[in-house]
């Protein structure tokens, strides 16, 4: 049973701090424990913050939090962000928002401004943990999964690119141009599988548990093809990267292939007219790529990694060769 303890200050209040111990227990399978916030943290806070919340502390996976109980529905989620940042930083400690309820508009923005909140029976999002439990609601389901496309694209960049360690989930989610949440999905599919860990409290930064080749061997057997399709085109396409077999003749001995090969990204794919695109068919074959293969390219070509990854399953024996040869050549970054 969830235990609620301290002095609650009305019945409203005291209805949504249980429901949301009753959401936590039956989302994480984990008790909650709730008290009135002690008096040393308490004495810490501004009265901006003490008189428009509810100030709670309580236990998430085991991480000590305060959580702040927003009494009124004209709060916004800049408000939320900037008082999470004050008390987060007079307290050290993770700060959650317990919200009664929330239009659609406002947890997207909350989620853009990286808010850590819980709204019981319909989402758990604490980005400074690493947690969304509307999503995931177990570190199972997300051991089964193949990994995510943009967190094999990270571990590459890592090992022949630039170091990543240091950075944040934000950064990284504006340095390859996807959502916070995706990247952040990522992020704990790579610190589970022990590939990354993630350091510090106010925010996770990212640290690498290897670097080049030793990074590459320990990875390898969870990393998949890039390539999620292909398509064919008639088109000629000069400013896109070469790919498949057309890549390994620029880092190899393998003769020029009959037909050339690119790789793309599924946005590109989207703005291209449909009739330009066939799905059997034409005069180059065009890869679709699980990430954008621009951000690891250093020239027109594919990044050597990948195209290795890409070429895992083609059975002709000149090419498994050639694969050989491109991974004795590749430049591992060292940090």
Known sequence: MHKITGS???AIMSKLIEHIATYYRKTSGQDMSVKALNKGQLGKLPLIITSTYGCYESEIMGIPVILLEVRHDDYTPKQLQKHQMIVMGLTHCHVVYAIGKAVSYHITRMIDYAVNFIIPDKLMYIPTLLINLREIKDTRKIDDEVIPGIAQCILLYHMQCSSLN????????EKFDVSYSSMNRALRWLNIKGLIELE??????LKMIANG?????????????????KLYTNGQF??????????LETYTMLATPEFPCIAVSKEWVAEQPKDMLNKSY???????????PMSLAKSNVVDPLSLYLSLLSNEDERVRIEMKQLISKVKWLKD
């Open 8 to 10: 609650l200050k009305c």
């Open 166 to 173: 240091g950075r944040t989930t934000k950064e990284l989610a």
């Open 282 to 292: 034409g005069e180059c074959m065009i890869e679709v790529w699980r990430y954008d």
């Open 200 to 205: 510090g409290i106010k925010e996770k930064t």
């Open 213 to 229: 080749k030793a990074l590459w061997e320990k990875a390898l057997p969870l990393m998949q093809s890039p390539v999620e399709r």
């Open 238 to 247: 000069a400013d896109k990267l070469l790919a498949g077999e057309s890549a």
